[in-house]
């Protein structure tokens, strides 16, 4: 782990994007690895900030900041992904049948509108639960082998 905790900052944020951009088209667009990725990112993000103080305060803001920062680039990546199907809805006679989202609420439209809301919105918001699951997580483990040893 110190061999991570001494890469530049700049490196691994280009790292993560690589990463991250990998994960989205492993999904084909759909986000389940990049949600994924949020369990891994917590606990090596935990483990640099543990490097660097033992201040439970410092520890908890920068987990907080680097969580909702790695979730604002996977939400930038779906913009880009998905962004550009937005403006179907501005089609009056636009076929969503056919557009391949699945039919969740039994109306193409509304089923369109949610798979964009999904996609966009919902599936960042996931991967930044799984991140502080995982960052939480790793922290309590730590914390109670550092008690009893």
Not at 39 to 65: A, D, P
Not at 101 to 119: E, N, R
Request: glycine share 8%; proline share 3%.
């Amino acid at each position: 782990m110190k061999k991570i905790s001494e890469i530049k900052p700049g490196w691994l944020l280009l790292i993560y994007i690589i990463i991250d951009i990998l994960c989205a088209g492993a999904g084909m667009g759909v986000p389940i690895f990049c949600i994924l990725l949020g369990f891994i990112v917590g606990w090596v993000i935990i483990r640099i900030i543990l490097s660097q103080t033992n201040e439970l305060n410092e520890i908890l803001k920068k987990s907080i900041i680097y969580g909702i920062f790695t979730s604002l680039i996977t939400f930038l990546l779906m913009l880009i992904i998905w962004g550009g199907a937005v403006f179907i809805l501005f089609h009056h006679n636009y076929d969503y049948k056919n557009f391949g989202h699945p039919m969740i609420l039994y109306d193409p439209k509304l089923s369109f509108i949610g798979w964009l809301i999904l996609m966009i919105v919902i599936s960042p918001i996931l991967q930044l639960l799984t991140t502080f699951f995982s960052f939480y997580m790793t922290l309590f483990i730590i914390k109670r082998k550092d008690k009893t040893a």
